[in-house]
């Protein structure tokens, strides 16, 4: 186990061949607990509508240069047809906080998606009422993603403005719940927010592990231009607390978390691949993550799915990215994993 010291020394650490000794480390635990296999998930990104003001991303309500969009239920499940000929067990269900997606919809669209296909579905909705919780659940969504973005309470409160909050407390509650209603639970934080430090990295990292989450995906802070953090950005990124939002604080951050939380499945983002585009996917796997989640949502939505610049630039028609990431795993002596790639964490709880 690391103490909340050594986690910030590892954070800070830039001697090459000593941050050797840390990807190895996590590299064997990954392989020692959740083995040689790789999940994909496709993910389809369903609406870009959002209700919140989130002060990094792209899609918030007050961008209102971005073209709206939502997928049509049918839209939605020629693409889960797609994710499952690839023979991918898991479609993501993502979107902004969107009410006109409403809980019965949703209950449908699971459904139906449950009906026509083997998929294990994971929903990325943002806060919703524990009622449309409970009937997702209930209607069959395996898993939910929602990340508690920074263990720092004030810097959260800072950059989620309080405008259409639902009847929580704040997220933490609402990764509890999830837990207890019986999905696999998923969290993550952002990675170099201006105003993060090492320090709170740290705790981050320590409150994975308290939480005893399923999933934990982390990805870089991205600045968008059109965000109020965006334009933040430039005056904090050169106080020397400030954690950096780079591909290698990424690496670590995913490395230290494989360590104290071995049996969890841990995505390389695609954030990490965007901002590092020819080695991010592949040192996260690298690193200590087990799953990669590729995007399937089609032309022309996904130009417009803009939380943060840069993502069209990565796009392949699905048939192309999955061989590409089929290559890359083979390059690197992993394989694909069947079926529903369920998290090591989530099962040794149900024994
Ligand atoms: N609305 C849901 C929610 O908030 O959980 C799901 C969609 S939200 C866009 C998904 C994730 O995108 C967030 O959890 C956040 O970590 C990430 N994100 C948003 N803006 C970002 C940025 N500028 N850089 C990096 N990640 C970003």
């Not at 000794?21 to 959002?50: H, K, M, P």
């Not at 929602?146 to 509650?173: S, V, Y």
Request: charged share 25%; aromatic share 8%; glycine share 8%.
């Amino acid at each position: 186990m690391l103490s909340k010291n050594e986690i910030i020394r590892w954070l800070k650490e830039k001697d090459a061949q000593r941050l050797e000794a840390l990807w190895l480390q996590a590299d064997r635990i990954r392989e020692q607990y959740v083995g040689n296999t790789v999940y994909f998930r496709g993910i389809i990104e369903i609406s870009n509508y959002c209700a919140r003001y989130c002060k990094y991303c792209g899609i918030n309500a007050g961008n209102k240069t971005l073209k709206r969009y939502r997928l049509s239920m049918d839209e939605i499940l020629t693409v889960a047809q797609t994710i499952e000929r690839l023979d991918y067990g898991t479609v993501v269900l993502q979107a902004g906080e969107d009410p006109a997606l409403s809980g019965e919809w949703i209950t449908e669209l699971i459904k139906r998606i449950k009906n026509e296909s083997d998929l294990a579905v994971t929903l990325s909705l943002g806060e919703r009422t524990p009622e449309e919780l409970e009937a997702w659940r209930l209607a069959g969504a395996d898993r939910y993603l929602l990340k508690f973005e920074t263990a720092d309470l004030r810097l959260f409160n800072e950059i989620h403005p309080l405008q259409n909050n639902g009847p929580w407390k704040n997220r933490l509650e609402i990764l509890h719940f999830l837990k207890q209603i019986g999905y696999e639970t998923g969290s993550g934080i952002m990675i170099g927010l201006p105003g993060q430090t090492y320090d709170e990295l740290a705790e981050a990292i320590l409150l994975f592990q308290e939480l005893d989450l399923d999933m934990i995906g982390n990805g870089p802070f991205i600045p968008h231009p059109d965000t109020p953090l965006g334009k933040e950005y430039e005056r904090m990124k050169n106080s020397d607390q400030q954690a950096p939002n780079d591909a290698l604080t990424t690496c670590k951050v995913n490395a230290l978390t494989r360590m104290v939380c071995p049996t969890v499945n841990i995505p390389s983002t695609t954030a990490l691949a965007t901002i590092d585009r020819q080695q991010g996917r592949e040192n996260g796997l690298l690193r200590g993550a087990n799953v990669i989640m590729p995007d399937f949502t089609p032309l022309p939505y996904r130009q417009w799915y803009e939380i943060y610049p840069g993502r069209l630039q990565a796009y392949k028609p699905p048939e192309e990215q999955h061989a590409l990431l089929l290559k890359m795993l083979h390059k690197i002596g992993r394989t694909m994993g069947r079926g529903k790639g369920v998290s090591l964490n989530y099962l040794k709880k149900r024994d």
